[in-house]
């Protein structure tokens, strides 16, 4: 398989998210550290400006999102492409929460999954400049390089041919970020938030494309099929209703599908 194309960026649907929701009000909460970022939606958006919106949009209690360790890096690569995604997006999730230790441990697991991966040397020092700052509260620097290094992450992966890993990092971080955001809207369930639960429309469309990238012997795997299975599952639950307001239902069992897809990529597969 030839390398894959740079992705676009989810500027055009965080735009539409910001237009869907711009009259509601933010609500105070557990905000992260500050970083001079605007409400209005610019730019290229990343993983941590996702989170920006959510946190400007509702109230978030960051800390409470946080789980345990994932287990010990197992020796199946997809799975362990799709954990490390999810520890990625555990990394932004944390860093809103301004958690310096939690997110040095993170880090730690970060680089254990990296070295399953055969990048961990070459993401190390990076990974050890993120720790100092998150140490010395360089919040700022810190949010530019955890989104430069998931980029050069994937751009690693891409240069030696790991196309489906590069895919699988990526599903894994999108799909944990929905969860952390499914998770907030059901704690603050109103009309308003609930379009939050997917983020947008073409966030979960992308997130199909990004499943329907990887090789065709890997969605013959049974934990990929179980995934794809419950992404499709997600998509046709908010078809069902456009073009209606989401209802409270349909966000309580987007975040159990979303949390199934969580415990799939933990438990061992036979």
Same mark, same amino acid.
């Given at each position: 398989m030839s390398a894959l194309p740079s992705r676009p960026s989810r500027t055009i649907c965080l735009v539409a998210l910001g237009l869907c929701l711009g009259g509601v009000t933010v609500a105070a909460g557990d !905000?992260?550290?500050?970083?001079? =970022?605007?409400?209005a939606v610019q730019g290229d958006q990343t993983p941590a400006d996702f989170l920006d919106q959510i946190g400007q949009r509702? *109230?978030?209690?960051?800390?409470?999102?946080?789980?345990?360790?994932?287990?010990?890096?197992?020796?199946?690569?997809?799975?362990?492409?799709?954990?490390?995604?999810?520890?990625?997006?555990?990394s932004f999730l944390i860093w809103q929460a301004g958690d310096a230790q939690q997110f040095r441990n993170n880090n730690q697991e970060v680089l254990s999954y990296c070295?399953?991966?055969?990048?961990?040397? *070459?993401?190390?020092?990076?990974l050890m400049a993120q720790g100092k700052m998150a140490e010395s509260s360089e919040w700022k620097e810190l949010r530019s390089e955890i989104v430069d290094s998931h980029q050069v992450?994937?751009?690693?992966?891409?240069? !030696? *041919?790991?196309?489906?890993?590069? =895919?699988?990092?990526?599903l894994g971080l999108w799909l944990r970020l929905l969860e952390i955001v499914s998770s907030v809207v059901v704690e603050n369930d109103t009309v308003e938030v609930r379009p939050l639960c997917i983020g947008s429309p073409v966030i979960l469309q992308e997130i199909r494309d990004d499943f329907n990238r990887l090789g065709l012997p890997k969605h013959e795997e049974s934990?990929? *099929?179980?995934i794809g299975a419950a992404i499709e599952e997600i998509s046709a639950l908010w078809r069902t209703t456009i073009p209606g307001p989401p209802t409270a239902e349909q966000v309580t069992k987007t975040h159990e599908k979303l949390k199934e897809i969580m415990q799939v990529m933990v438990e061992k597969q036979p």
């Open positions: !905000q992260g550290p500050d970083d001079g =970022v605007s409400t509702t *109230k978030a209690r960051w800390r409470l999102l946080f789980r345990p360790p994932p287990p010990t890096p197992p020796t199946d690569r997809g799975r362990a492409a799709l954990l490390l995604g999810g520890l990625m997006a555990d070295r399953m991966l055969g990048l961990g040397e *070459k993401l190390l020092p990076r992450l994937i751009r690693m992966l891409r240069e !030696q *041919k790991d196309d489906d890993l590069a =895919v699988l990092i990526d934990m990929i *099929k179980h």
